[in-house]
Structure formats: C-alpha cells, structure tokens
C-alpha cells in the first residue's frame, strides 16, 4: 500500500495545495455541471458500481483499492473511483480521480467531493471540512501507480459517523490516519446517518465521443492482477460497528462499455470486487 511521505507542514499550518483564479474558475464550471450521479441526467456519465439496497441504516464504511495511471485522459473527460456515503440531498465522497477539468492536468490524486446545505464542492474549495492532521493533502497526486500484471499499489480510505456529536470523520491510509471532519451541523440528512452507501468507478464522457476510462480500463474477469479492484468493503451499522459489506448489488447503466464483477467474500480480504472498461481483457 502507498503510504504518503515526505508531505508535512510546520506546526500550526494546513497541507492545503496552492490554489490559484484558474484554480478556483475550473472548479465552480465543474462543479456546477454535477446534477446528480445519474447517467440519465448527465448525458455521458456512467457508473459502475457496488451499491446497499434499500432498508438499512449506515453510519459509515470502509475500503480498500487499487490506484492506477489514466493518464490519456483529457478535458473535459475525467474518471473517478470513489466511495459515496448518502442520504438524500447530502454526499460525502472520497477516492482517486483524473480530472483535467478540476485540476488542469491528468496525474492520478487524491480527492473528497462535499454536496451538503445546497452546496457542492471538491477538497477545501468551500467551507465545511475541518483538517486536523498536517501531513495529507486532500489532493495530493499518488506517486506510485498500479500497473497492469505487475505490481499493484492501493489506499484505503475510511468515513465513519461520530456516535456523540454527528460529524463525519475522514480517515486515509493503513493507519487510520484522522484528516479531518464534516461538521454534522451542515447537513440536512446525513446528520442523522446514511441510507446509501457504494464503492466503484464514475467515468463521463462528452457525448459521441469515445468512452472514457474506468478502473484501469479493463472490463474485469476475475484477476486482480489485470483489473481495478476493491477489498475489505466494509459499512458501519447503526450501532456504530464495522462489518462486512452484505446486502449489497451491483449496478452499471451501460454495459457494453463498462462492468462490474462482485466477488462475494475472499478470505482475509473480505469483501471483494473489480470494476472497468471500456476494454475488454484478453485473458
């Protein structure tokens, strides 16, 4: 797993990456385009993704997966694997994305997406997350990238609700490290915990034009060494425990181009699944 080095703040300061006008105009025009994540809606947004069904409360969830190199992609394309806590009109999200139009290039970063109080935003671009640790970026860029049959790197995110006061917690890495928080006071639904919670790829795509990446671009067959993958996909009951990710599906709004494959339990690496396209692989 990659762990983030070398990124520490003096004392007293916060790892925020410098932002500039340019900075600020690309992420209110992308922003602003976000409906909602529902392909019929945004023509040429399309998920790939394991998702709750229906019935239950979360208070949070857990994942696992593997960062990889899409590069190739240009604006106004962007990709996105994420995890998405929901209830309502409020969205915490939190992954790894390219997305040339947020940033004005095409690395592979770190990222968190805010929808709260009719508000939407990406990292600190507006008020709401509080940071408390000096050493993490929420943008920073992943210098180690998976690739395709060789070695694979991964990160894991964490995002629980506080049983006391309802602030969301945001945790990064195999430590546990605290980031930061959302206050729970600037929701209006995840104030009292979540009614959705999913884990996969996001990839848009202006319309007819050829499709975006997703994952690592391969449709998944079952292999972690050739495709994008999540593990240890775990959801935070309404008590407040850690559990294995179950009653769960799958969903993909177009499936010639993209796929999703659920693994069910594997062993020490819990809940598993691999998402992509739009290649198909060969092996």
Known sequence: MEEVKGLGCPTGTVP???????????????TNRIITPQTVEKPGLHHAVLR???????????????????????????????????????????????????????????????????????????????IVNTDIPLDHVYQLLSQRGGPIYLTQIFIYRDAVNGNWWLEYGR????????????????????????????????????????????RPKGDSRFEAYMKQITTIDESHKQVIATNTETFVDDKHLYGILDWGMEGIHGHVMSYGGPFFSAI
């Open 16 to 30: 925020i990456r410098r932002t500039t006008k340019e900075d600020l105009i690309r992420s209110k025009l992308f």
């Open 52 to 130: 709750t069904k229906p019935g239950r409360r979360y208070n949070g969830g857990g994942v696992i997966m593997s960062v990889h190199d899409l590069s190739t992609i240009i604006r106004p394309r962007y990709s996105v694997s994420h995890m998405t806590i929901k209830n309502g009109p409020d969205t915490i999200q939190a992954g790894w994305t390219v997305n040339p139009n947020l940033y004005g290039d095409s690395k592979t970063r770190f990222f968190t997406f805010l929808q709260a109080g009719g508000r939407s935003c990406f990292n600190t671009h507006c008020p709401g997350f509080v």
């Open 175 to 218: 430590d546990g490290t605290q980031i930061g928080f959302w206050p729970g006071r600037i929701f209006s639904s995840l104030n009292t915990g979540s009614n959705h919670v999913e884990w996969g790829g996001e990839a848009y795509t202006p319309p007819g034009q050829k499709a975006t990446q997703m994952g690592n671009s391969f």
